[in-house]
Nanobody, 125 residues
Framework: LQLVESGGGLVQPGGSLRLSCAASGFALKDYAVAWFRQAPGKEREGVSCISGGVLETNYADSVKGRSTIFRDNAKNTVYLQMNSLKPEDTAVYYC???????????????????WGQGTQVTVSS
């Protein structure tokens, strides 16, 4: 059972990235999935969360209106589309899946069962 993130990179301010969180070994569509990020010297913070089964989504105020979390069940993947990126979005981004099917987000949090390895996002000119 594994989560693998991809899609990070170096982007200029105002640019866009789409982060992917692909699951293997279980049906991600049934699980809540959250994105977290951790910048150097800062604590990890929640960015967005999508509940299992239903399409409830939550966003941190810092990314609301600029980001969209969504699923592609055929690809067993959850995405985080980020637009109008700012230098303060620079961080390692991690995805996490809930510990059971039909788990729910509690705001930006969830009972974590699985973590990905992280993908670096750098926003700089």
């Amino acid at each position: 059972l594994q989560l693998v993130e991809s899609g990070g990179g170096l982007v200029q301010p105002g640019g866009s990235l789409r982060l992917s969180c692909a699951a293997s070994g279980f049906a991600l569509k049934d699980y809540a999935v959250a994105w977290f990020r951790q910048a150097p010297g800062k604590e990890r913070e929640g960015v967005s969360c999508i509940s299992g089964g239903v399409l409830e989504t939550n966003y941190a105020d810092s990314v609301k209106g600029r980001s969209t979390i969504f699923r592609d069940n055929a690809k067993n993947t959850v995405y985080l589309q980020m637009n109008s990126l700012k230098p303060e979005d620079t961080a390692v981004y991690y995805c996490a899946a809930g510990d059971s099917p039909y788990s729910f987000c509690s705001g930006l949090l969830l009972p974590v069962g699985y973590w990905g390895q992280g993908t670096q996002v750098t926003v700089s000119s």
